[in-house]
């Protein structure tokens, strides 16, 4: 069986966290990613994202010795990007937790993830077995909008369950339910005049906005549902009467049927508060799809009997952020976010206690023996 060597754990991780790889600018720990897994006997295969989203490093699959195409096979999933640069990083190592000196990020969130199937893939051949049937991905602009896994085509490799190491919740809780969000933008358009001649003639298109705003709710619609108005655009000088605004807005919650009964009140109430004059135009598209399991579903099931393998209290839980889970799933590819405790993540603050980096990696290897 894979035992776990404390110190060499730490050292894996701190080696990982110490290499470059901001959203988009991957390529530095790709490549050592590249070459890690390559040396420990696995057939590493980047592909054509980097292109699509304008970065300079593609998706990286990891199948590792006797892999079986021809078989269902479950993927253990990072992202490689972190949201901040993290070569100036200088952790703070004490016996109970990972930190750092308080000038930068530590880059947990997701070199933790990256970190535990590393130290994985070196000692696989220790795994009691056989093994199942498994992949290693690595996404990239993660940060960004989950850009890496929305591009990632798993289907040449039979993937039946994805298992994502990126929840900064400890280990024991995952992720089983992920709100979507659909993200719109509206332009109002009125009719510009001078403010102080003849403000009569024409139409404030701030005013119209703001009604429209003014005549739907926002903020937490119900237990699962919430929306906001997070950016207008729009006037000029003080002296015309502005002719064009432009805002924009999310809806989140836990079905599309949900979310798209805001966005219709929304929309309903944007285009009433021009029929009076002006014009409206609006558009929308998913930002990130919304997931529910079923307690009996297999991918829920074999979650929870490998955090109890390892020792843990399996607690699923509803979350309104987004992860590369929510690509999978909408990608026809039934996912759940492991808790790995990576936390206070984006932060000069985020720290990981030692324990949950262990226990991360205990609950990686009851995946594959599961």
């Given amino acids: 069986m894979i035992t776990i060597d404390r110190s060499e754990l730490i050292d894996t991780f701190l080696h990982l966290a110490t290499i470059n790889g901001p959203s988009l600018a991957e390529r530095v720990i790709a490549d050592r990613v590249k070459e890690l897994f390559t040396g420990y006997g696995f057939t590493v295969v980047e592909d054509g994202t980097a292109a699509k989203i304008n970065g300079n490093t593609g998706n990286l699959i990891c199948t590792p010795p006797g892999y079986d195409p021809a078989r269902p096979s479950i993927a253990l999933c990072a992202h490689l990007d972190t949201v901040q640069p993290t070569e100036k990083l200088k952790p703070v190592v004490t016996d109970e937790r990972i930190a750092t000196d308080g000038t930068t990020i530590l880059g947990g969130d997701d070199r933790l993830g990256v970190a535990v199937l590393t130290y994985l ?107 906001n108005i997070g950016k207008i655009t729009g006037g000029g000088a003080t002296n015309v009467v502005p002719d064009e605004v432009t805002l924009t807005g999310e809806v989140r919650s836990f079905t599309p049927e949900k979310i798209n009964a805001q966005f219709t009140k929304i929309t309903d109430a944007f285009h009433a508060a021009v029929a009076r004059g002006g014009s409206v135009t609006i558009s929308s598209e998913m930002d990130f799809h919304p997931y529910v399991h079923d307690p009996q579903s297999p991918i829920v099931q074999r979650m929870e009997r490998s955090l109890r393998t390892a020792g843990l209290t399996p607690k699923g839980i509803r979350y309104t952020g987004g992860s590369d889970a929510n690509s999978y799933n909408g990608n026809g590819v039934p996912a759940v976010n492991i808790g790995t405790g990576a936390q206070k993540p984006h932060s000069f603050d985020e720290f990981i206690l030692i324990e949950d980096l262990i226990k991360s990696t205990e609950i990686a290897i009851a995946l594959i023996q599961e």
């Fill in 121 to 227: 893939a070196k000692h696989l051949k220790q795994a009691v077995q056989p093994v199942k049937n498994f992949i290693c991905v690595f996404t990239v602009g993660e940060e960004l909008g989950m850009y890496g896994a929305n591009h990632v085509d798993l289907k040449p490799y039979n993937v039946s369950e994805a298992y994502i190491l990126d929840c900064s919740k400890r280990p024991g809780i995952y992720i089983k339910d992920g709100a979507g969000c659909l993200i719109f933008t509206a332009t109002f358009k009125g009719k510009s005049a001078h403010a102080g001649v003849a403000p009569e003639e024409g139409i404030n298109a701030i005013a119209l906005a703001a009604a429209a705003i003014a005549a739907v709710p926002f903020g937490r619609i119900d237990p699962e549902t919430t929306s």
